[in-house]
């Protein structure tokens, strides 16, 4: 994966709404630069390991939703 020969950063990029948001730089071998994808999921799965391993839990927005009725033809229509 990464150049043994180079330690990972870890940045602080940008304040989110509800977030801190970080990129994890990291030097890669020749060999890991013709493999973007298989990298970027290695990464992704060791850090999730390290989330769970620490009981660190990944909260996510929830939202509400409300769902109103559509009105019958009954109710559409009034007496006069």
Do not use: C, M
């Not at 948001?21 to 390991?49: F, Q």
């Not at 939703?65 to 019958?72: E, G, L, Q």
């Amino acid at each position: 994966k990464g150049n043994k020969r180079r330690e990972p950063q870890v940045w602080l990029v940008e304040f989110g709404d509800s977030s801190l948001n970080y990129e994890l730089v990291v030097w890669l071998t020749d060999d890991a630069v013709r493999r973007p994808g298989a990298v970027n999921a290695a990464y992704n799965w060791e850090i999730e390991t390290a989330l769970a391993k620490y009981g660190i839990e990944i909260p996510f927005p929830q939202r509400d939703v409300h769902i109103i009725a559509p009105k019958t033809d009954r109710e559409n229509t009034r007496k006069t």
